[in-house]
């Protein structure tokens, strides 16, 4: 038999998951405002720093998506080249979740930002610091600089008719994105530790030719990268022959 201070303590959980429920609404209506007027005011300035630091732009602004739906990718843990899956005792591919903070959206030119709390909490808390404190805004152009990378490796993939490419050259399409986010930020610690699994190959593997030679470099290891290639031997033969190309 529940007693009247088992009703008052039921009642009471009750009272207090709902106070959290809404609480966690609110947070991700400000998460989702915050996120959405931040993109909107630095995302020019941002095209405008990777056009002249790297070289790197596209005609016009993308469209702009905000979602506050969580998105969890399942992916496969890939060995240090970032060629294959690892496999399990069983010879099973070793999955990994990875939680979604955004994405390129080729299909219609635009960026899509995942601004649910429960989604990213790690990019949203930082906006919120961001926003809050003056001068700690690089984890968050950090995220924006990773996607107008991958909108730019579309782009000159289209250009040169390589539907695909960042498919089959995954590690090097994510390789790339990343070395820009260091590049522009100076942040490479943080960016390395929210990478999605296989990613560091590609880093690794890329880093000093986008560093080097910014959208040539870029240029190059898209019309050049062979599917399946030794990332350490592409790596050496793309260095000599950019630097023979620009006569260092």
């Given amino acids: 038999m529940i007693t009247k201070r088992g009703v008052a303590i039921i009642a009471s959980v009750g009272l207090l998951a709902l106070s959290y429920g809404a609480l966690q609404l609110n947070r991700n209506s400000v998460y989702y405002s915050m996120t959405k007027s931040y993109v909107e005011r630095n995302l020019e300035h941002i095209m405008a720093e990777q056009k002249a630091r790297l070289g790197i732009s596209c005609a016009g602004e993308p469209l702009l998506h905000f979602e506050k739906s969580p998105i969890i990718l399942t ?38 930002f995942y601004t649910s709390e429960v989604s990213t909490p790690g990019l949203l808390d930082r906006i919120v610091r961001a926003v809050t404190f003056s001068g700690k805004t690089r984890p968050v152009d950090g995220t924006i600089n990773h996607e107008l990378a991958h909108r730019y490796t579309d782009a000159v993939c289209k250009s040169l008719g390589k539907k695909g490419w960042a498919l089959a050259n995954q590690s090097l399409s994510e390789g790339i ?26 880093y690794n593997a890329v880093k000093e030719i986008v560093a080097g030679y910014g959208r040539q470099g870029i240029d190059y290891i898209i019309q050049n990268a062979v599917p399946g290639e030794d990332l350490t031997q592409f790596k050496e033969r793309a260095l000599n022959d950019l630097a023979m190309m620009s006569g260092r």
């Fill in 75 to 112: 992916t496969y843990v890939l060995n240090k080249e970032g060629t294959k899956p690892i496999l399990d005792k069983r010879g099973r591919p070793v999955k990994a979740k990875m939680i979604l903070e955004a994405n390129y959206i080729p299909a219609d030119d635009s960026l899509m």
């Fill in 177 to 202: 994105a990343l070395s820009v986010e260091v590049l522009m930020t100076g942040n490479e610690a943080e960016s390395l530790n929210e990478i999605p699994p296989g990613s560091i190959a590609g």
